[in-house]
């Protein structure tokens, strides 16, 4: 935990709305699942020697991605993420909702209590660990993805037939009838020279405008309020990248905001927290730094040729992520673009905003790399003026 986390966390008082979330106990399967053998062998991920089909009581997520050149055979390849869990679990979740609902001053019977219902459903199903998801790519391969790991989530680096840069192309969840969730995934084509963009603005400054540090505010903005875009470009064959602290429950949620505002691209979210409530805000709050510099590291394995702008916000740990990421691969981030939250609802964040702050966060980066903007307009003027003077393809 930085000094910066810590000292936010003591000063907005989130020990004791964490301590005070309700501990979600979610119901018992329709068929009580899993059995005791299977969630032992669940510990074993993908190496599980007898993994589970779907079924028709299961959800299951195909998470976007994006498909990069193998640096060893130069094919085309990209990592397939699917969740699977229990939609016959954690139906009953009544006083859950009333208990987010009456923290944040919603009273019974409001409106609101159907919005905080339906993006509290991931928070409370139960996971589903060892399940295969059998998958078709393009109309043209079979994937088979999984067993999933103790989170019901897998994680699998797949050959795939190729395509245009910039092109995008569906896999289809081959499920029984019945069986829900985000059936289809969306692959987004990169060949390795050109831009690309990383956006690191986390849930409460995702890729929507709320600017709070406070604990009550972040509940209120991921399961009442309606998203509000803060930055918009793009250019069809630069790859984009949305990394966030979020859990991976939010993925729906967050998926549908980013499909209405913003370029196809690979969402990259924590997966701590199924069934935990207090853990959506100790994601947001603690470690940030450590865990978006892990997954640009991993993004870098996929486009390392690529000229990457980074955008991110001063409310959380982007600048310290973002410097230390510029350092570990020399030459691979061209921009830094950092918004400074003024916003009335920012209160607490002065010190994140001082000058010092983001000197100590971007010590070694030249000036010319680095930049704090307030508007819109003064990001998109950056961004042109960079690309601008660059012979390739920009963003």
């Known amino acids: 935990m930085s000094d910066l986390e810590r000292k936010m966390r003591h000063e907005r008082k989130f020990h004791d709305i964490e301590s005070n979330l309700p501990n979600i106990r979610a119901d018992p399967a329709s068929d009580n699942r899993p059995t005791l053998t299977n969630d032992l062998l669940s510990h074993l991920g993908h190496w599980n020697p007898f993994p589970q089909q779907i079924t028709a009581n299961d959800t299951v997520w195909l998470l976007d991605n994006t498909a990069y050149r193998s640096p060893e055979t130069n094919e085309w390849q990209a990592e397939f993420v699917a969740a699977v869990f229990d939609q016959n679990s954690g139906v009953e979740i009544s006083t859950v909702v009333a208990d987010v609902a009456g923290k944040l001053g919603i009273g019974k019977g409001d409106a609101a209590e159907a919005t905080i219902q339906e993006r509290l459903m991931p928070f409370v199903q139960s996971v589903l660990p060892g399940r295969v998801v059998n998958a078709e790519f393009a109309q ?23 395509s245009d840069s910039g092109s995008v192309v569906s896999t289809v969840a081959r499920v029984p009838q019945g069986a829900n969730g985000i059936l289809e995934g969306k692959t987004f084509f990169a060949e390795p020279e050109g831009w690309g963009l990383i956006s690191g603005e986390d849930i409460d400054d995702t890729i929507k405008v709320t600017q709070t540090s406070d604990p009550i505010g972040i509940l209120r903005s991921t399961f009442v309020s309606e998203a509000t875009p803060v930055q918009a470009s793009s250019q069809k064959t630069s790859p984009f990248f949305y990394l966030s602290a979020s859990p991976y429950n939010l993925y729906y949620f967050l998926s549908q905001f980013r499909q ?57 740990s982007d600048p310290e992520a973002y410097g230390e990421i510029f350092h570990k691969f020399p030459g691979w981030v061209h921009l830094i673009l950092i918004r400074k939250v003024t916003d009335i609802a920012a209160i607490g964040l002065e010190e994140k905003n001082e000058p010092k702050r983001f000197e100590k966060a971007f010590d070694g980066v030249p000036d010319s790399v680095w930049h704090v903007f307030e508007s819109a307009e003064e990001c998109y003027k950056i961004i042109s003026d960079v690309v601008g003077n660059n012979s390739q393809v920009g963003v």
Request: charge should be positive; charged fraction near 20%.
């Open 140 to 162: 043209k391969e079979v994937l088979k993805l999984g067993p999933g790991g103790r989170n019901g989530i897998s994680s699998d680096i797949k050959s795939i037939p190729g």
């Open 260 to 316: 209405q505002f913003y370029p196809q691209g690979t969402m990259i979210l924590r997966d701590a927290s199924w069934m935990n409530l207090s853990g959506l805000l100790s994601n947001l709050t603690l470690g940030t730094q450590e865990y978006k510099v892990d997954r640009m590291v991993k993004i870098n394995s996929w486009v390392p040729r690529r000229k990457m702008i980074c955008i991110g916000d001063s409310t959380q």
